[in-house]
DNA sequence: CAAACATATATCGTAACGATATATATCGTT
DNA sequence: AACGATATATATCGTTACGATATATGTTTG
């Protein structure tokens, strides 16, 4: 899904500007998706033209004016085929197997000791995603749920994958 | 890593025209990293005209010309500068947990089709993976087999994650 | 012998990122 | 009361990268 379909799926819910979508993202959406402004304001931009969203501006006495995106009657339709498409897996890109596969041109111990501050890297991660259970919770679905649990199953898995591979590269 | 320090590493090794360059990554780095021609040229150009490599035209009688690029010793400096570099983790985006996300607007049977056909192209691309075994053995050193084994990892632990959510979805 | 495939380079439009610019309002602190 | 830091809010710019497409030659195969 293309940015423009993410905007649309979290306006689907309630009209939001595009410094609230932002948010909404860091919130639950992060460890998995993300856009940032220079996507999100171009992208609402040429919605607002093909008539899939409609802003209003609101000036306001106290703070910045702002324009708040609704989701038009296209857009729902628009975002709901969307999401009926089939899909499948996409190759995943990892900074970590990336820099792995040129190893040889490190020494020893800097190939250790990169990896282990990947490691530890992961896990600061991972303990975020851990801590951020309550307020996910609170506000999540019980499909934004299964998200929030693939995710943590997720991260033990690849801390678990990552600590057997600094492991391989300590026995040399 | 950028584009152009994935193209550098190739080159460490040996000379190597754009063409190759995009073979070499669908061998044994596709299921983790992959560049397309509208890359690998743009910064093969670059890179030139910047002086980390260099490019000798071949005049061919049989078969169309080619530009077989040669990494320079200021190249093989800022390559191992960048190597070296720390690195942390990065946030992977996932299709799945994007759709997942908005399954709430989807019909129950929807949703266990999407989610079970997404399931299959991730075996596949498992299967494909486990089946590369021998290529992959006999070209890769040391630290690329390590790469290997943690995509195989990888799999089975992303394939187990799936399957999890699939099994939540279905008893609905 | 034609079709299909492999070799080989290159560009175009588009999407997205990260950095930066701009402006207002609030909150804490000295 | 003044100051700096932080939060709210929108927008653009340069760059990177992708996917599709164009172009051309050579080889294999049905």
């Known amino acids: 899904m293309d940015a423009r379909s993410i905007l649309l799926g979290f306006l689907m819910n309630r009209s939001m500007t595009g410094y ?3 948010k909404a993202f860091s919130i639950s959406f992060s460890f998995f998706s993300g856009l940032s402004y220079g996507s999100i304001y171009p992208a609402l931009g040429k919605m607002e033209k093909e008539g899939l969203i409609r802003m209003q501006a609101e ?5 910045p004016n702002r324009k708040i995106c609704t989701i038009t009657a296209e ?3 628009v975002f709901l ?6 899909f499948a897996f996409e190759g995943t890109k990892s900074i970590f197997l990336t820099r792995l596969f040129f190893f040889a041109h ?4 800097e ?4 990896a282990h501050r990947y490691f530890e890297s992961v896990r600061q991660v991972e303990k975020t995603l851990q801590r ?6 609170a506000k999540a679905d019980r499909f934004q749920l299964l998200c929030y649990r693939f995710g943590l199953r997720f991260f033990e898995d690849l801390s678990r994958n990552i600590a ?3 492991k391989a590269l300590e026995k040399e």
Do not use: C, D, F, W
């Not at 085929?81 to 089939?86: G, V």
């Not at 490190?106 to 111990?109: G, R």
């Not at 190939?111 to 990169?114: A, G, Q, V």
């Open 20 to 22: 609230e979508l932002k």
């Open 59 to 63: 000036m306001r006495k106290s703070g």
């Open 75 to 77: 857009g729902r339709k």
């Open 81 to 86: 085929e969307t999401l009926k498409e089939p």
């Open 106 to 109: 490190l020494a020893p111990e």
């Open 111 to 114: 190939r250790r000791s990169s």
């Open 132 to 137: 951020a259970r309550p307020e996910i919770e």
């Open 164 to 166: 057997q591979t600094v």
